[in-house]
């Protein structure tokens, strides 16, 4: 018997149905999040039991059976990833892996436990974290997460630069909301030697606001900045679907993602891992496959591996994400907070 970890001969790398080579990881290791951000979730949100979420070592083991089979980096999000009890704990088993398998471990984070976790993180082998910020106008980012509290994620912020930690900056683009502020956002952050990554809202999950109402093509904002700046595309990557541009006047990097004005399916390598154990290998489609189920059901890694092959042979050639006044509700019933990010 091949015991749980260990190498075998079904830890094969996962090449999905167009030749796309998955080598990218995002794990929810939780659903819950101490804000409420009103294009991510309603303010009344019903999150998972806890006995439905995976256990830190089921994280754990899911994670080193995807590095065996090829990932070379590993994002957790949420949800918010440092509510969950003893994160860390994960974080450096994880980060035990770089140089041996991995190429890194990362964390997308709404930045309100940075100031306690910052150092941690830094001490357990991340090096690159993203922090969401939709706006630097205190009762605006109020507005907008309706719990969060500003000041504690600007603390965070500075914390995580302090501890070594490479910042950027993701701002979903909000219509009518902060897309006049975002040219202050680029100079912001660049100043500071952060990156900024603007993203179109995506239609997951029921919020109590209409999607219509929120959503702001990145092809307009992209003209608008264009009025101030000069943007120059370059080659830079981090492994997700950005496309970076350098800003002339600020020497940053500025980056968009577009799922729905500009699709980038065709060099997708991702897949997204939910709390639950549910492996979702597009974000804009409903179909899943329960690990969990394979997970529990044998110590070894055998089984798990072939639902994680048949899974990847069921990975599309893209998403259909749409929002208009005929689509103004959720088309992907599940928030982003249970998908992996």
Known sequence: ?????????????????????????????????????????PEKMTFLPSKDLLTLDELRRLCFAFIQKGVRRIRLTGGEPLVRKDIMVLVRELGSKIGNGLDEVTMTTNGSQLSRYANELYECGVRR???????????????????????????????????????????????????????????????????????ETMPMGDVDDDRTSQYLPLSKLRADLEKQFTLTEIAHKTGGPARYFRVSETAGRLGFITPMTHNFCESCNRVRLSCAGKLFMCLGQNDAADLRKSLRSSLDDITLNSAIDDAILRKPRGHDFIIDRSHNRSIIARHMSATGG
């Open 129 to 199: 974290i993203n922090v969401s910020l939709d706006t630097l106008d205190p009762e605006k980012f109020r507005r907008i997460t309706r719990w969060g509290d500003f000041d504690k994620v600007m603390r965070g912020i500075e914390a995580a630069q302090d501890a070594g930690l490479s910042v950027k900056l993701n701002v979903v683009a909000l219509k009518n909301d902060n897309e006049d502020e975002i040219p202050d956002m680029l100079r912001y952050a660049h100043a500071r030697n952060m990156d900024l990554t603007v993203i």
């Open 1 to 41: 018997m091949v015991v749980e970890g260990e190498q075998d001969s079904q830890a094969a790398p996962m090449i999905d149905p167009f030749g796309r080579f998955v080598s990218y990881l995002r794990v929810s290791v939780t659903d819950r999040c101490d804000f409420r951000c009103r294009y991510c979730m």
